[in-house]
């Protein structure tokens, strides 16, 4: 079944044009101003994108239609999410040190599920 707006015609246009066209590209130079700030790791970069991406069509379906504010309510909303709870490394979290699982060394013995 085909979704029905019920916004008029000409409304219903200019939302379209936003999501395909200023809305991709608010996102685009969103994370390039992000990757400026500070460097980041790849699944930072990819956490942050999947951030930037919701709340910038988030704002888009309120009906905010400005590319330039589109641009900062999302970096303001990622600031926000890394000041509170962070935004985490793959890479890093597999580098804390007490986290890496051993192997029992082979003492000579076989289990009995290992003949």
Not at 43 to 57: D, E, G, P, W
Not at 70 to 93: P, Q
């Given at each position: 079944m085909t979704p029905v707006s019920t916004r008029p015609p000409a409304q219903?246009?200019?939302?379209?044009?936003?999501?395909?066209v200023v809305a991709p590209a608010a996102i685009a130079r969103a994370l390039q101003l992000y990757e400026q700030l500070q460097p980041h790791d790849t699944?930072?970069?990819?956490?942050?994108?999947?951030?930037?991406?919701?709340?910038?069509?988030?704002?888009?379906?309120?009906?905010?239609?400005?590319?330039q504010k589109l641009i900062a309510g999302s970096l303001a909303h990622l600031k926000a999410?890394?000041?509170?709870?962070?935004?985490?490394?793959?890479?890093?979290a597999s580098k804390k040190p007490g986290k890496t699982r051993r192997h029992p060394r082979?003492?000579?013995t076989r289990s009995k599920d290992h003949p």
């Amino acid at each position: 079944m085909t979704p029905v707006s019920t916004r008029p015609p000409a409304q219903q246009l200019v939302t379209e044009a936003v999501e395909l066209v200023v809305a991709p590209a608010a996102i685009a130079r969103a994370l390039q101003l992000y990757e400026q700030l500070q460097p980041h790791d790849t699944s930072v970069i990819l956490q942050a994108r999947k951030i930037l991406t919701q709340h910038i069509f988030g704002m888009v379906d309120r009906g905010e239609l400005d590319e330039q504010k589109l641009i900062a309510g999302s970096l303001a909303h990622l600031k926000a999410i890394e000041r509170d709870r962070g935004i985490k490394s793959a890479h890093a979290a597999s580098k804390k040190p007490g986290k890496t699982r051993r192997h029992p060394r082979f003492n000579g013995t076989r289990s009995k599920d290992h003949p």
